[in-house]
């Protein structure tokens, strides 16, 4: 099992920065593939990022490529979302994820994720 707790959102104008974190236990951390999504208001939830279990290959979709950057930290068990030149289009609930069975190529359209409760991201413009 994997628990992940997600902190880190709030209130940021069109431009600004925030930086995310998930906080997994569970001793499956360092074997698993680790993700951010968000779901924004009246949308479906949608993949983000991703990272390998290594740290060495990541996954960004289109619409974050060059502005957000995901990383991890095993001593803290810990991923990092770092959010750059944020839009109003960025305003969502950002979740985590976790997997033993995908890739980061894969963990968008896994369907044994682990979840996270969410952190929610609102830019203002």
């Known amino acids: 099992q994997v628990q992940l707790v997600e902190s880190g959102g709030g209130l940021v104008r069109t431009g600004g920065s925030l930086r995310l974190s998930c906080a997994s236990s569970g001793r499956t951390f360092s074997s698993a593939v680790m993700g951010w999504f968000r779901q924004a208001p009246g949308k479906e939830r949608e993949f983000v990022a991703a990272i390998s279990w290594s740290g060495s290959s990541t996954n960004y979709a289109d619409s974050v490529k060059g502005r957000f950057t995901v990383s991890r930290d095993y001593p803290e068990n810990t991923i990092w979302l770092q959010m750059d030149s944020l839009t109003p289009e960025d305003t969502a609930v950002y979740y985590c994820?976790?997997?033993?069975?995908?890739?980061?190529?894969?963990?968008?359209?896994?369907?044994?994720?682990?979840w996270g409760k969410g952190t929610l991201v609102t830019v203002s413009s």
């Open positions: 994820a976790a997997t033993m069975d995908g890739t980061i190529w894969t963990i968008a359209r896994n369907t044994k994720n682990f």
